[in-house]
């Protein structure tokens, strides 16, 4: 895989390096080390969990297909020490709830919880909004009971903005350039 420069990291084949990580776009062959945390309900307690294999391919197609339309979808999100896939997250439009606009979000297997990887994901994604996209403004969303997530949304400068019963969730947002 090529490592790229941010400003052509949404190209297909792509990757964008970080200090620990690597960001990529989702290949097929991805998809079980994936569904191994996003389809674990201890693991997504806190956000949304597939209930099968495939709700989990198609909803990481479905986002592969939106990087193609808006130049941004989750990345794929390795250790580049051992090329482990540890999480999935980045920026977004979610195509299964739609019209909360584009959103940070990160998803993590609990063996990589507490370290830091989700603050040099949000710093890789934020970096790569303001370079690479048009846009002027996040959504992100935390469950009430996730201190981290309200640690790190805060940490990066997101606003709390109230509760969304419908989600059971926090809703931040963040101005990420003037429009």
Not at 2 to 16: D, E, V, Y
Not at 106 to 121: C, D, I, K, N, S
Not at 138 to 144: I, V
């Amino acid at each position: 895989m090529q490592t790229t420069s941010p400003k052509t990291a949404h190209l297909r084949g792509a990757s964008l390096n970080t200090e620990r990580l690597e960001l990529s776009s989702a290949r097929l062959a991805d998809i079980p080390d994936l569904y191994a945390f996003l389809g674990d309900r201890d693991a997504m307690r806190f956000t949304h969990c597939d209930e099968s294999f495939a709700a989990c391919r198609k909803r990481v197609l479905v986002h592969e297909w939106f990087r193609r339309r808006d130049g941004f979808a989750p990345w794929v999100v390795r250790l580049r020490e051992t090329d482990d896939i540890i999480g999935w997250g980045g920026l977004y439009t979610d195509p299964f709830a739609p019209g909360w606009g584009p959103e940070l979000g990160y998803y993590f297997a609990p063996t990589a919880w507490g370290q830091g990887f989700g603050r040099e994901l949000a710093n890789a994604a934020l970096t790569y909004g303001r370079d690479n996209t048009s846009l002027t403004h996040l959504t992100a969303f935390a469950h009430p009971e996730n201190i981290g997530s309200h640690k790190l949304l805060l940490g990066l400068g997101f606003e709390p903005t109230g509760f969304v019963e419908a989600m059971n969730r926090d809703r931040f947002t963040f101005l990420l350039r003037r429009g």
